[in-house]
């Protein structure tokens, strides 16, 4: 039997070596570069443990308090996503190269969506605090922003994995760009874009918590107040229910998500 | 048999393709078809079989040439007009190309949306006369009980024939066909082509397909062209074909066929 001769690329696996051999040497030098001390966090433990035992005693008066800016919270977190949503759909069919074949326009709309995917929500927190005030508002605008970055990319990247061909059909027919992506594209991608929002949503939920911290509402923000009055028997309560009400958006959403496959 | 007096409406004049990558598609393709043919092109994979039919419908761009379609150009149309041209040139496809998660309904109905605003027909507001005329391509292909289920639920063969009928609604005066019978089985196969024959002799569209089968080229074409390397090497109304011309056109020469 007579094989054809594999190039040396092939027959010792260098790509694979190679790179396992670059990420080694990039997680030592980087390990290097920090000086990381892993010690620091076993001698401290006992501060951790002092901690630990005053949220032990939660201050369960203080639980009713809770209940209104988690409620918001998660307002937040709804609205963002829907508005983020809505920007975004049109922005990932810009973007997308099998609906708009056109490199200049795909490639600069990416660009500019890649900007505002690198701004971090905490950043963009600080900034809408700064222009709209503390508040709700802020947070609303904060992950309305993170949103449509996340989302257009997650969707565009969607669109450019689904089958072509009837999308070269409805051109074949004489119908509009517009018709292509109604009746072909929309139908094939929308259970897979409906699990994306659902998961950006609990994204949401969870960066909405920290959002407060800035003073951007919900329930970051009283986190932040219990934490530096020391009231860490009320700390406890906050951190607890943000738990319930993570863990419970998580389950249903990805309840939801498994349905839809 | 076709009448010389008759007008082509199909008109090659010219039509060369040369890839981004280099290779040349197509060279100097001249041809006309006349209303009412039944047009096999058969060729060898590679032949440029495929890169033919998409020019006549603009899916792929020529680098040379021209294509009139019933006397107008769709080589130079743009926008509405090359909308317009596209409605009279209908396509089935050897993959089908149907949204498999929308409604058999909703797919043949896609054949008219070159005649609606976008708005009117993401609404789904067709006009009764237009669900009454898929109803009726349904019928045809003997699939109307199917009309609400998804497409993914139906057969190859099944699917095939709901392309066939959304090129029906289409009322286009030309079908193209790519290969519609390449991943169908032979029953089923006889089927589809049975479905373009009727709408070749019953409704009197111009047919034009690609076949691999020389079975059924010669049993449904009117005219056979045979295509090598990118160039017409044969073309014969079907009482002048013999088998050892169809021999031929394979076997001609055995380097060509290798691009893609």
Same mark, same amino acid.
């Given at each position: ?261 | ?87 009279? $040139? %209908? ?11 929308? +409604? ?5 109905? #896609? *054949? @008219? ?94 047919? $034009? %397909? ?11 074409? +009117? ?5 090598? #390397? *990118? @160039? ?29």
């Amino acid at each position: 039997m007579k094989l054809p001769k594999q190039t040396i690329v092939q027959r010792f696996h260098i790509r694979f070596f190679g790179s396992l051999i670059i990420l080694l040497g990039l997680l030592i030098a980087s390990n290097n570069f920090l000086k990381l001390d892993f010690s620091a966090l076993v001698q401290n433990f006992d501060q951790f443990l002092a901690l630990f035992k005053e949220m032990m005693h939660p201050d369960w008066k203080s639980a009713p308090f809770v209940v209104q800016p988690m409620l918001e919270t998660i307002q937040m977190a709804l609205i963002g996503t829907t508005l983020g949503t809505l920007l975004a759909i049109p922005a990932a069919i810009v973007a997308a190269r099998n609906v708009v074949t056109n490199k200049w326009i795909t490639g600069f709309v990416r660009i500019i969506f890649n900007m505002i995917r690198t701004l971090p929500d905490l950043l963009l927190a600080a900034l809408f605090v700064a222009i709209v005030g503390i508040g709700p508002y802020a947070g609303v605008l904060t992950l309305t922003i993170f949103s449509f970055g996340m989302i257009t990319k997650l969707f565009y990247e969607c669109i450019e994995t689904i089958d072509n061909g009837p999308l070269e059909a409805i051109l074949a027919t004489g119908g509009k760009r517009s018709a292509m992506v109604m009746f072909a594209i929309l139908p094939q991608v929308s259970s897979r874009f409906i699990s994306y929002i659902l998961y950006t949503f609990e994204i949401n939920v969870r960066a909405s918590t920290v959002l407060g911290y800035l003073g951007a509402g919900g329930i970051g923000q009283q986190l932040q107040t219990s934490l530096s009055q020391f009231r860490y028997d009320q700390t406890a309560v906050i951190i607890l229910a943000i738990l319930i009400v993570v863990l419970a958006i998580d389950g249903l959403s990805n309840f939801a998500r498994e349905r839809l496959q | 048999m076709t009448k010389p007096e008759l007008k082509p409406v199909i008109d090659v004049q010219h039509v060369s393709k040369i890839y981004d990558n280099g290779t040349s598609g197509l060279s100097d393709i001249n041809l006309q078809v006349k209303p009412g043919e039944f047009v096999v092109i058969v060729g060898l994979s590679g032949a440029g079989k495929s890169t033919l039919m998409r020019s006549l419908n603009r899916l792929h761009q020529v680098t040379e040439g021209h294509v009139l379609i019933d006397g107008r150009s769709i080589t130079e149309a743009k926008g509405r007009n090359l909308r317009q041209l596209r409605r009279d $040139v %209908a396509m089935i496809f050897q993959n089908f190309n149907l949204v498999k998660q929308s +409604t058999v309904l909703r797919n043949v109905l #896609a *054949g @008219r949306l070159g005649y609606y605003p976008t708005w009117q027909s993401s609404l789904g507001l067709f006009k009764e006369a237009d669900k009454q005329r898929a109803y009726k391509a349904l019928e045809r292909v003997n699939l109307l009980d199917k009309v609400y289920q998804r497409v993914d639920q139906l057969s190859g063969g099944q699917q095939q024939r709901v392309a066939v009928a959304r090129a029906f609604v289409q009322d286009p005066k030309i079908v193209l066909a790519d290969e519609p019978t390449a991943s169908l089985d032979p029953k089923t196969a006889h089927l589809v082509m049975n479905d373009l024959k009727s709408m070749n002799q019953e409704l009197g569209k111009t047919v $034009v %397909a690609n076949l691999h089968s020389v079975a059924l080229a010669k049993e449904y074409a +009117t005219r056979i062209i045979g295509l090598r #390397a *990118g @160039r017409i090497v044969y073309d014969e109304s079907i009482q002048n074909v013999t088998d050892a011309d169809l021999a031929d056109i394979y076997n001609g020469d055995s380097s060509v066929g290798e691009r893609q």
